[in-house]
């Protein structure tokens, strides 16, 4: 089974299965992003929406994409907000984006399943305005240590999602050798992980050089 295919099945009942992962991601993503505003985002592997709902109060418009077809069909029953669209798209392959149209791009719990981070680094790099906020979310590589991958059961079979390990240095090599800066790294426990390694890793990653942030502002911690 494909990636894409193993999501399509799994939207059918993503949004009621149990998935501390995903309410986790969820919930980092509201306190990262909730108190900030943008003009214009981009929201790479939307799946049914449930951080398109938080996007669509802080981005003045989003452009939500996914590559399964049923995601898609979830999100748009699900969210009917005027400024959030929707497409269908392989983030693996150039974006349909004009350069510098987008003031943050979203990614959560997908580069998991893309074996090159690279390709999507520098299209994130191309997308954003100057100055612009890549925020990133994914299953933390500890876990995959232990065997965690994203999967889920219909009918009494369980279902792996095919899957590529990154280590933190990973992302931010390639974050760094496409143009970006790392303004924040954290990682997360679900409430239930307790004495267990982080579930999540989150960054922020902002467009231009550390010497070039200094130089625009002064304080490379400014969003």
């Known amino acids: 089974m494909t990636i894409q295919e193993g999501y399509t099945i799994w939207s059918e009942t993503y949004d009621a299965d149990t998935n501390r992962t ?31 709902a938080l996007l669509a109060t802080i981005g003045g418009t989003v452009r939500a ?3 399964s077809e049923g995601m898609i069909a979830r999100a748009k029953a699900r969210i009917s907000a005027p400024n959030v669209t929707f497409a269908a798209a392989n983030i693996a392959e150039p974006w349909d984006a004009l350069a510098e149209s987008f003031d943050l791009v979203v ?43 994203a ?9 792996e999602i095919p899957a590529f390990l990154h280590n933190v240095s990973d992302f931010v090599t390639a974050a760094q050798g496409k143009g970006f800066a ?23 990653f902002t467009k231009g050089t550390v ?3 200094i130089g625009a502002s002064g304080d490379i911690s400014k969003p």
Do not use: M
């Not at 509201?30 to 939307?46: D, K, P, T």
């Open 22 to 52: 995903r309410d986790l991601d969820a919930q980092i993503t509201a306190l990262v992003l909730g108190n900030r505003r943008f003009a214009s985002i981009l929201e790479l592997g939307c799946g049914t929406g449930k951080n398109t």
């Open 65 to 67: 994409v996914d590559f």
């Open 107 to 149: 990614c959560n719990l997908v580069l998991e399943h893309l074996e090159h981070l690279s390709p999507v680094f520098a299209e994130a790099h191309r997308a954003l305005s100057q100055r612009g906020t890549f925020f990133l979310s994914e299953l933390h590589p500890f876990r995959q240590y232990d065997g965690s991958v």
């Open 151 to 159: 999967n889920f059961s219909q009918g009494g079979t369980a279902t």
């Open 182 to 204: 790392v303004q924040a790294l954290q990682e997360w426990w679900h409430d239930d992980d307790a004495g267990q390694p982080p579930r999540l890793l989150s960054f922020l």
């Open 211 to 213: 010497i070039e942030q």
